[in-house]
């Protein structure tokens, strides 16, 4: 069942994530390849990102927990900036924009998302549960 | 792309508000989950969760992989199309 739990954790994120990327994107004026693209980017590295950082992280507590997460968060997501920005130019090239204005859309949609997906999550996972406690009540 | 620079539009203002918003938001919420409600804390849970999921993570980057990769060849050969000045109906010369 955690295994069931765990899938519907990753999917939900993972389409969360491309939500927000590709709605930022948008702003950016990289035409339709160009949102296919950060599309695919997100699917490369969400799913790594989150099963990674979830183990480093809430699967080894120890005492200094805060600070050690804190830190591994932004060295990953430093890292998913940079490989993303490696991505969009590899498979754009020149066709929507240079690789400055790439690295821009990189963070901002790194940024957007690193707000918006734990709400959502957190959102639409107290919905669920709120309505299976009504479910299992009546 | 009429309908992205309405999109454009109407997100250029939305965007900070919502993310304004959800950063107010989200630490309240996390707090009366009781901290539980983290993306990834599922994942952590079981040592099983991780096997079971290495596989379809793993499938979903090769996806995602694959498509950049075609999405690069076509760009290569997008810019190798030399461009033409001339307008539709007229010739270079």
């Known amino acids: 069942m955690t295994t069931l739990y765990a899938f519907g954790d990753l999917a939900l994120v993972l389409i969360a994530s491309i939500g927000i990327e590709v709605l930022v994107a948008s702003l950016f004026d990289i035409g339709d390849r160009g949102l296919a693209a950060v599309a695919l980017v997100t699917l490369v590295t969400n799913p790594v990102l989150n099963l990674v950082v979830g183990q480093l992280i809430y699967g080894n507590y120890s005492n200094d927990y805060p600070r050690r997460s804190i830190a591994l968060v932004i060295v990953a997501e430093v890292a998913v900036v940079l490989i993303e920005w490696g991505l969009l130019v590899w498979a754009l090239r020149k066709t929507a924009g240079g690789p400055r204005k790439l690295l821009g859309l990189s963070v901002t949609m790194n940024a957007a998302s690193f707000v918006g997906v734990p709400f959502i999550y957190v959102t639409v996972v107290m919905f669920l549960t709120n309505l299976w406690s009504l479910v299992a009540r009546a | ?93």
């Open chain 2, 1 to 93: 792309m009429a309908h992205l620079a309405i999109v454009r539009r109407v997100l250029i203002p939305v965007v900070p508000v919502t993310a304004w918003l959800a950063a107010l938001s989200v630490k309240p919420a996390i707090a009366a989950a009781d901290g539980i409600l983290l993306p990834g804390t599922i994942l952590a849970q079981e040592p099983t969760t991780w096997v079971a999921l290495t596989p379809v993570v793993l499938a979903l980057t090769a996806l995602g992989l694959y498509g950049l990769w075609k999405m690069s060849g076509d760009s290569r050969r997008m810019e190798s199309v030399p461009e033409c000045d001339a307008t539709e109906g007229e010739s270079v010369s």
